[in-house]
């Protein structure tokens, strides 16, 4: 949800299980959050950073702690 340009909500993951949305902001076409999950009984942070290609999908690249970095495209359940 977004409210001004705070964005919350929650995040699921297969491995990860469900995680609330921390330091979320929308500013313009921008988005960025951070998911604080944990994996194997280890904190694991998760940072994204994406646009907004249309009302409908977002193209986002996620960091996963440092190690890892992807690009992934989500799209509006309709």
């Not at 988005?31 to 604080?36: A, G, I, K, S, Y």
Request: aromatic share 4%; proline share 1%; charged share 25%.
């Amino acid at each position: 949800m977004v409210k001004g340009t705070a964005l919350t909500g929650t995040a699921k993951g297969n491995l990860t299980g469900e995680t609330k949305i921390a330091e979320g902001k929308v500013d313009g076409e921008t988005v960025t959050f951070v998911e604080n999950a944990t994996y194997m009984e280890m904190p694991l942070r998760i940072t994204y950073t994406g646009k907004m290609t249309s009302a409908d999908e977002i193209a986002l690249t996620r960091n996963v702690a440092d190690v890892a970095t992807e690009k992934l495209v989500v799209k509006r359940s309709k």
